[in-house]
């Protein structure tokens, strides 16, 4: 079974600024078949990256995902009011699938 | 237009079995490379990948609670169902059921069915 470890926990940052989640699996992930969702408070989690890098439609171009193998990347280029929330990677190549703690990116 | 809707006990005894359904439109499991999953998120903590099912009948489960666990499904009815042994008060989350195509990750989720284990 892979294992996601995603860091920081929680990141504090203020509307406009850079946004760098990271995301790393116990194994390499096959096909990249890595995945990052946004989840706000009582509501279903938004996908937003497929494929380690490919945005999911209707996801603003200031989310890009990157990296390949164990390593993966999330950055949200500058910060929008409506994009403060939980995400989290999810691996979704060979069964068992499994998600990652979360991060949790805060107003400053 | 695609939508999963859960549906089950909101409330379940410890020891008892919770037998939940998901009943879905807007796609068929009998379509190859369909998919769907189920996922619970305890109030507060993360999303936890439970199990899926697919268009061949093809099932996988998490590998913590695959003791635990049967899905199914019935696609003249559009549905599929978990079922989870020896229900525990830590089992307490939100489920929810959700696509997930062939090559792809959850597309569309259900609303997602809070239940709750207490005596």
């Known amino acids: 079974e892979i294992v996601l470890t995603q860091s920081p926990g929680t990141l504090s940052l203020s509307p406009g600024e850079r946004a760098t989640l990271s995301c790393r699996a116990s194994?390499?992930?096959?096909?990249?078949?890595l995945a990052w969702y946004q989840q706000k408070p009582g509501q279903a989690p938004r996908l937003l990256i497929y494929g380690a890098s490919s945005r999911a439609t209707g996801i603003p171009d200031r989310f890009s995902g990157s990296g390949s193998g164990t390593d993966f990347t999330l950055t949200i280029s500058r910060l929008e009011p409506e994009d403060f929330a939980v995400f989290y990677c999810h691996h979704y190549g060979s069964s068992p699938w499994t998600f990652g703690p979360g991060t949790k990116v805060e107003i400053k | 237009q695609v939508t999963l809707k859960e549906s089950g006990p909101a409330l379940v005894k410890p020891t008892q079995t919770l037998t939940l359904t998901c009943t879905f439109s807007g796609f068929s499991l009998s379509t190859s490379g369909m998919r769907v999953s189920w996922i619970r998120q305890p109030p507060g903590k993360a999303l936890e990948w439970l199990a899926r099912i697919d268009w061949d009948y093809d099932k996988f489960y998490s590998t913590s609670l695959k003791t635990r666990l049967t899905i199914s499904k019935d696609t003249s009815k559009n549905q599929v169902v978990l079922t989870m042994t020896n229900m525990d008060p830590v089992d307490t989350a939100t489920y929810y059921c959700?696509?997930?195509?062939?090559?792809?990750?959850?597309?569309?989720w259900g609303q997602g069915t809070l239940v709750t284990v207490s005596s």
């Open positions: 959700a696509r997930t195509p062939l090559g792809s990750p959850v597309d569309y």
């Open positions: 194994q390499s992930v096959s096909s990249n078949y």
